[in-house]
């Protein structure tokens, strides 16, 4: 009860805290404690707020505040892919139209920081969204490939087209890889996957 009394005094004061939306000190303020309730909060709290705080709008204007959005995709993709049962689609849909929304604004060190090229990859095999799962792999061949990070990323994308069967997505990605101009061990190995 006292968890549920402080998420729901949380969740208060960031509806309290909108109408300041856009000044830098309420932003702060705000980030600081939607990331308090994204931590300790229920998922009935944190939707009833989601819509007004993390509304993609903001989040294409690169809203950002204590990496609060950060933390929002964070729950968000737990929510749609991190339980052991099934996939929540529609939570995997909003969970790609939020990164999406706000991945201009991060730079490639936070997108990797924070595992975002795996969890989309997730997100897109789990919509069946064979494009774009084969431009988010393009998108991480453009990368020097010297970041493990990097290289799971290209891995995972890999592993979901074998998955979705889509042998010519997984064909083309493959030649774009080993066409590429500086031959790298872990990128052989990832062809070979």
């Known amino acids: 009860r006292r968890v549920l009394f402080r998420s729901d005094l949380i969740a208060k004061m960031c509806f309290d805290l909108l109408p300041g939306l856009g000044q830098s000190d309420v932003d702060r303020a705000l980030g600081m404690m939607a990331k308090l309730l994204l931590r300790h909060g229920s998922p009935e709290k944190i939707v009833e707020v989601e819509a007004k705080v993390f509304s993609l709008d903001q989040m294409r204007k690169g809203w950002n505040p204590q990496d609060v959005s950060i933390s ?47 969890k989309l990859a997730a997100a897109y095999a789990a919509l069946g969204n064979l494009k774009s799962l084969r431009e988010l792999g393009e998108g991480v061949l453009e990368g020097t490939l010297s970041d493990e990070r990097q290289q799971a990323a290209l891995l995972r994308v890999v592993k979901h087209q074998q998955r979705l069967n889509a042998d010519e ?20 190995e990832i062809a070979l996957t």
């Open 72 to 118: 929002y995709l964070l729950w968000k993709y737990r929510q749609a892919l991190g339980s052991k049962g099934d996939p929540d689609l529609e939570q995997a849909r909003e969970f790609v139209e939020a990164v999406q929304a706000l991945w201009n604004y991060l730079d490639e060190s936070t997108r990797l920081l924070h595992g975002l090229h795996v």
């Open 169 to 188: 997505d997984l064909a083309c990605l493959t030649d774009r890889l080993l066409a590429r101009s500086e031959p790298h061990a872990a990128g052989l």
